[in-house]
């Protein structure tokens, strides 16, 4: 299809997908940047290419860079901004991650996802009455989100509530119970309730899984 119509960008992203299916990420990202150079003012097309950077590269640099073009295509598009947010968070930029969050919750104040994220920011800036707020948001809107049980368990950790925070990984665990970042963030905590053999047996689990 790309050698019959060499300006169809959609024959692009189809390729880039089977290239992505065979983990050949060059190849796939070439395909991408192909796409995006036809039709440079795509939404679009710049989001597939982000959200490509940030799941199969980790480039959370380009990621951002991407976003920050949506954003400049479309100032009101809130998903852009807690994706960029997202992207700085990964690299420690978290004034700009807050500051996006922020933004998404101006353009969207019902999105659980971007209270979470930013209570989490908060959590790690130390900024605990800030997390404690946005988090408790969080849960009114998604109740039953294993995402926000260990956001709000990890600021219970950083803040020595060792009971709660035990308390609400479990809870994550019994809805996302694949997830190797809630087995770390409780094998942590086991770990500074001097509780080692439970400590390693959740490291060991959460080794397991990001294997797969």
């Known amino acids: 299809m790309v050698t019959l119509k ?4 959609a024959g692009y992203l189809n390729r880039a997908k089977v290239y992505v299916a065979q983990k050949n990420y060059t190849a796939a990202l070439a395909d991408l940047d192909k796409a995006v150079a036809l039709r440079p003012q795509s939404v679009v097309l710049y989001t597939v290419r982000a959200l490509y950077y940030q799941v199969y590269l980790k480039d959370y640099a380009k990621a951002a860079e991407d976003y920050g073009k949506m954003i400049a295509l479309n100032p009101k598009n809130d998903f852009a901004y807690r994706e960029r947010g997202l992207a700085y968070s990964h690299l420690k930029k978290y004034e700009l991650a807050v500051a996006d969050y922020t933004q998404a919750l101006k353009l969207r104040p019902q999105d659980a996802m971007a209270y979470n994220n930013r209570g989490y920011m908060y959590t790690f800036m130390g900024k605990y009455a800030l997390a404690e707020a946005d988090l408790t948001k969080a849960m009114a809107l998604k ?42 963030h409780r094998g942590e905590l086991y770990q500074a309730m001097g509780k080692q053999d439970l400590a390693q047996a959740d490291f060991a689990r959460a080794r397991s899984l990001e294997k797969k």
């Open 143 to 184: 109740k039953e989100s294993g995402t926000i049980y260990d956001s709000r368990g990890y600021l219970y950790f950083k803040t020595k509530r060792y009971e709660l925070a035990l308390a609400d990984y479990n809870h994550a665990l019994k809805l996302q119970d694949k997830d190797a970042e809630i087995y770390q």
């Open 6 to 9: 060499p300006q169809d960008t």
